[in-house]
């Protein structure tokens, strides 16, 4: 089955301290993959593409084909991290070639003072 | 203009009343997309519009009805809704149907069905 897994529900770290969320799939072909980040009271945002290889407020996110993972890291937490943050594979769609967003169940990073 | 506009922010139906959410963008996307999200969970796909037709829906109950009068609109007819439908609705657009760049997400309508 296609699906995404975000195992950890929260987590929480101080500031300063170095943030991973993980995030794995499982589908056939090559997703396009992405981070969205939701900050309290605002709407979802599109924080990574794994198709830029780019650092977005010092987040970056590989893509390990070999373990089908791309994690989210960051080397020191801000407590403006404090955010849900979702990994969100394109699903191709072969009928039609239309893509479809699916989100990860999310995880919630708490930073700390 | 960068932004997807929804319309209204809030809105409190009874169940057999009959209402619309609104949508609109002016980046030029030829795809749009409508999602459900429940508190504590992530959003879940309804509906897609590619070029102002529908592609895809979720198999979503008939009381959800899109419309895509243009390419910049998008609205969410709502008829006897019941109390479980209620939810933030987020409404998306992408540049189209192969999107590469991400979706870009207008802040949602908040339903809530009494």
């Known amino acids: 089955a296609q699906r995404v897994t975000q195992p950890e529900k929260l987590l929480s770290v101080f500031k300063g301290a170095p943030v991973e969320l993980k995030c794995n799939y499982s589908?056939?072909?090559?997703?396009?993959l992405f981070w969205y980040v939701q900050y309290s009271r605002q709407r979802l945002q599109l924080l990574l593409r794994?198709?830029s290889r780019e650092s977005i407020k010092g987040f970056t996110a590989d893509l390990n084909k070999g373990e089908t993972s791309f994690h989210l890291k960051k080397p020191f937490a801000q407590e403006e991290d404090s955010a849900m943050y979702y990994c969100?594979?394109?699903?191709?769609?072969?009928?039609?070639?239309?893509?479809?967003?699916?989100f990860g169940a999310g995880t919630r990073l708490a930073v700390h003072p | 203009d960068t932004e997807v506009t929804q319309t209204p922010k809030h809105l409190v139906m009874g169940m057999t009343n009959k209402k619309s959410l609104k949508c609109e963008q002016h980046?030029?996307?030829?795809?749009m997309y409508w999602y459900k999200q429940k508190a504590k969970k992530p959003p879940e796909l309804m509906f897609v519009?590619?070029?102002?037709?529908?592609?895809i829906n979720e198999s979503v109950p008939s009381r959800f009805s899109p419309e895509c009068p243009n390419s910049s609109l998008l609205n969410l007819h709502l008829h006897a809704l019941q109390p479980e439908d209620s939810a933030l609705y987020l409404c998306?657009?992408?540049?189209?149907?192969?999107?590469?760049?991400?979706?870009?997400f207008g802040s949602g309508t908040r339903l809530t069905v009494v």
């Open positions: 998306a657009s992408s540049q189209g149907s192969r999107n590469i760049l991400g979706y870009t």
């Open positions: 589908y056939s072909g090559s997703p396009e």
């Open positions: 794994h198709i």
């Open positions: 969100a594979p394109h699903r191709p769609m072969f009928s039609g070639g239309y893509n479809k967003l699916i």
């Open positions: 980046m030029g996307h030829r795809a």
């Open positions: 519009y590619s070029y102002e037709k529908l592609s």
